[in-house]
């Protein structure tokens, strides 16, 4: 596992498994892989992508798989370039594990240290020193690639500071932004930027990528993994975190609720309100909002023939819990109220949308 210099993991990093930029495998979006190559043996590669889609299914393993391959003296000015495969021993390929490489720049939140916690932001004052080595012309006349992971991180400023070298790219600069929310990116920086949409891999390819990562992830039953694969909403990421049959199960126990909505057992919600109040609930807490979240996606893409009209409970509903966990994190407000809640409101508008 990569971390930093103090021995701390890095930010976002899953546990036990490659940062992206040490993962060479590449699984699904061939789609993406073939739009970069285009670009490069074409001679006319975008200078800004944004790379799009949910977290999790390979954006940041993408941005890395490109960057090797502009970098690499080789394969950055090959015409007949079939692959963005770059060796896992090549000299490139090991500055950019170490994030040693001259000519490459990225922007992510700080990893912890002993005395500070990772920091929450991408600060302007690091876009700033990063994006100071587009002010020079690369040294091997090659390409200079700044990676944004991710653009949600950027505060206002360094929105803005990444915008201003966007708008006036030098010569042969790559800038290869991830967003795991693209239509909330500065629409100023979308604009200028070549949007790339990854949609959620096939099981198989999230098979195959869990097995790519070797023990222990590779010696884990098929059962365990087909279970996870049906909560994973075609994300590597989301499936490594429900190789737990504990949470699988307590996902199909909040699910079975939904399912029966409107009609509701109050005895059962009573008990997981309770449950969900406990100071050591938070896994089950966040969980239980991602599969409400999840439930209610899918039964608007169930009814989508319906019309806005009949649709419009499920989303008012879905908006109206968004908005009351997050002023339950921000004030420490007590959660079985809101549990309650939220179940008397999707009953609610489960029957309105009937």
Not at 111 to 140: H, N
Not at 217 to 242: C, F, H, K, M, N
Request: hydrophobic share 40%; proline share 6%; aromatic share 6%.
């Amino acid at each position: 596992m990569s971390r930093d210099d103090q021995g701390m993991a890095e930010p976002d990093q899953f546990e036990g498994a490659p940062h992206p930029r040490e993962q060479f495998a590449f699984f699904g979006h061939s789609e993406g892989e073939e739009a970069f190559l285009e670009g490069l043996r074409s001679g006319r590669l975008h200078h800004a992508w944004l790379l799009g889609g949910p977290q999790g299914i390979g954006k940041s393993t993408l941005a890395y798989r490109v960057a090797r391959t502009v970098l690499d003296p080789h394969k950055g000015s090959d015409r007949a370039l079939s692959s963005l495969g770059v060796p896992a021993d090549s000299q490139v390929a090991r500055q950019v594990a170490a994030l040693s490489h001259p000519n490459l720049a990225v922007l992510r939140r700080a990893p912890a240290t002993e005395k500070k916690a990772a920091s929450t932001t991408i600060p302007v004052e690091a876009v700033r020193r990063a994006l100071g080595m587009f002010g020079s012309t690369a040294a091997d006349g090659g390409y200079r690639v700044c990676i944004v992971d991710s653009a949600e991180d950027l505060t206002v400023s360094s929105a803005n500071a990444l915008l201003k070298v966007i708008e006036e790219p030098p010569p042969r600069s790559l800038f290869l932004i991830v967003s795991h929310a693209p239509q909330r990116v500065l629409p100023t920086i979308r604009s200028r930027c070549r949007r790339l949409l990854l949609r959620p891999l096939d099981d198989s390819s999230i098979k195959a990528a869990i097995r790519s990562l070797g023990s222990p992830w590779s010696e884990i039953p098929d059962e365990v993994v087909d279970q996870a694969l049906r909560y994973g909403e075609g994300s590597v990421r989301r499936t490594l975190e429900l190789l737990d049959e504990e949470k699988v199960a307590f996902i199909e126990q909040v699910t079975k609720l939904l399912d029966a909505l409107p009609r509701s057992d109050t005895k059962q919600v009573f008990a997981l309100a309770e449950a969900l109040s406990k100071r050591d609930a938070d896994d089950s807490y966040e969980l239980t909002l991602e599969t409400v979240q999840r439930w209610v996606s899918e039964r608007l893409h169930e009814r989508a023939g319906l019309g806005a009209s009949r649709l419009a409970p499920l989303v008012e509903v879905c908006e109206k819990i968004g908005r009351a966990a997050r002023e339950i994190d921000v004030f420490n407000l007590d959660r079985r109220p809101f549990i309650l809640t939220m179940f008397d409101d999707l009953a609610d508008a489960v029957r309105r949308a009937a």
